[in-house]
């Protein structure tokens, strides 16, 4: 079965831009989970959602949010982009939160000039 | 944060030798996870092991869990050069509410 699909692959914005990204995961798969990988912080942990609700929150500011459809598939979204947004974006999913291992899309490597 | 933390950070063996690697965690856990990442990609989830479970086996990997001193340890037996890559645990939190946490990862690299 088809895996984890995330685009763009690869995004390069300008500060102040906003931007989104997309999810969408395993068929049958009702929980998404969003990080984001830097050199210095590793995998920070951004949203987790389960049937279109979010779960929980990452320690992000507010210019990061988030959402997920009732077919499953998850955007986010990032307003005001700064310098330091620059980063690879995991996206996740599982049949459901906690239980399960977690399969991971090959991310949205963003870049912000 | 980090719940996680791996041990050592960078690790470098032969083909063929065993590697070992470690996690600390602070905080009681419903499930401790392993998981791979090859430069740049997306991670591989290896092994999930509950908090009532002691010892995993799948394939070359052993994962090993003691609660009681919170630590988790993943040996990769008779490895390959395909097997460098950065190795990370991640934690769930014992209610199973909290989100999947990961630590900073162990750097394998295999020579052959």
């Not at chain 1, 300008?14 to 995998?43: D, E, F, K, M, N």
């Not at chain 1, 598939?73 to 974006?89: C, F, H, K, P, Q």
């Not at chain 1, 090959?106 to 870049?111: A, D, V, W």
Request: with cysteine; aromatic share 8%.
């Amino acid at each position: 079965k088809a895996g984890v699909t995330q685009t763009p692959r690869y995004l390069i914005k300008t500060r102040g831009q906003q931007v989104t990204l997309s999810c969408s995961p395993i068929s049958g798969h009702r929980s998404v989970s969003w990080y984001q990988q830097t050199p210095g912080q590793g995998l920070q942990f951004l949203f987790e959602y389960f049937s279109e609700t979010q779960r929980n929150k990452g320690n992000f500011p507010g210019r990061f949010s988030g959402r997920q459809f009732s077919n499953s598939r998850s955007e986010m979204n990032v307003s005001t982009l700064e310098l330091g947004d620059s980063a690879l974006y995991l996206c996740a999913s599982s049949p459901e939160p906690a239980n399960y291992g977690y399969t991971f899309g090959s991310g949205t490597r963003l870049t912000v000039v | 944060s980090q719940q996680g933390e791996e041990d050592p950070q960078a690790l470098s063996i032969q083909e063929g030798e065993n590697a070992t690697m470690n996690c600390s965690y602070k905080t009681s856990i419903n499930n401790l996870q392993w998981y791979r990442q090859n430069s740049g990609r997306g991670l591989v989830h290896l092994i999930l092991i509950r908090s009532n479970e002691r010892e995993k086996h799948s394939g070359r990997l052993r994962v090993t869990l003691d609660t009681s001193k919170k630590s988790s340890s993943l040996l990769i037996t008779a490895s390959r050069a395909a097997d460098t890559a950065s190795y990370f645990c991640a934690t769930v939190g014992p209610s199973g509410n909290t989100p999947l946490v990961f630590g900073k990862g162990t750097r394998l690299s295999v020579i052959a």
